[in-house]
């Protein structure tokens, strides 16, 4: 993803699952609802788009935690992340 390329309503979406961590390839809306943000990350997981987290057909991110950052002066983009609520991105 060209961090340059991406609008100011838009950000890169970084998921945690299964202690692995990747980013999905395209830019989503950085207002997007938490629903859309889970159902977007999971559908990646179960098809292998996120590089760096294994396919995983039973994916859950229900009770997941979604953060979202505005840009700063060392990430010059937004940013949404969805966690665990655990360390280590346990299931």
Same mark, same amino acid.
């Given at each position: 993803? #060209? @961090?340059?390329?991406?609008?100011? $309503? *838009?950000?890169?979406? #970084?998921?945690?699952?299964? =202690?692995? #961590? %990747? @980013?999905? &390839? $395209? !830019?989503? &809306?950085?207002?997007?609802? *938490? =629903? @859309?943000?889970?159902?977007?990350?999971?559908? !990646?997981?179960?098809? =292998? =788009?996120?590089? %760096?987290?294994?396919? $995983?057909?039973?994916?859950? +991110?229900?009770?997941?935690?979604? @953060?979202?950052? !505005?840009?700063? *002066? !060392?990430?010059?983009? #937004? +940013?949404?992340?969805?966690? &665990?609520?655990? &360390?280590?991105?346990?299931?």
């Amino acid at each position: 993803m #060209n @961090d340059n390329a991406m609008r100011a $309503d *838009e950000a890169r979406l #970084n998921v945690t699952w299964a =202690g692995q #961590n %990747g @980013d999905l &390839p $395209d !830019a989503v &809306p950085f207002g997007a609802t *938490e =629903g @859309d943000i889970r159902q977007w990350a999971a559908e !990646a997981i179960r098809t =292998g =788009g996120i590089a %760096g987290i294994r396919v $995983d057909g039973n994916v859950n +991110l229900r009770g997941f935690v979604v @953060d979202r950052f !505005a840009p700063n *002066e !060392a990430r010059p983009y #937004n +940013l949404i992340q969805i966690r &665990p609520k655990t &360390p280590f991105g346990a299931k």
